[in-house]
Nanobody
């Protein structure tokens, strides 16, 4: 199983930027699609962005143009660069890993990192 640890969350002002990191403990990082989700207070977990093992990214409408997902296969890391942050971005942010040949049942989750956008 893949172990994931998110970091980089914290308090940021509206309009500010923040970069989240996801460190993967896994034998072969290169087979994984990496994704970011978030869950705000009283809300369902929401898909944000995914980057395939080949480096292709896609985004939810709520963050497209503001957030950028990336990966570093040598470091076995995934990142979420966030800019133009809004109070509604406040949530616990989760990293997800899914093998390219797997399905939802084969995915792994991190523990989450809190992002709070407030003046």
């Amino acid at each position: 199983q893949v172990q994931l640890v998110e970091s980089g969350g914290g308090l940021v002002q509206p309009g500010g930027s923040l970069k989240l990191s996801c460190a993967a403990t896994v034998r072969i990082f290169g087979i994984l699609h990496m994704s970011w989700y978030r869950q705000g207070p009283g809300k369902e977990r929401e898909f944000l962005a995914r980057i395939t093992n080949g480096g292709r990214a896609n985004y939810a409408d709520s963050v497209r143009g503001r957030f950028t997902i990336s990966r570093d296969d040598r470091k076995k890391m995934a990142y979420l660069q966030m800019s133009g942050l809004k109070p509604e971005d406040t949530a616990v942010y989760y990293c997800n890993a899914r093998p390219q040949y797997g399905d939802d049942n084969s995915s792994s989750w991190g523990q989450g990192t809190q992002v709070t956008v407030s003046s």
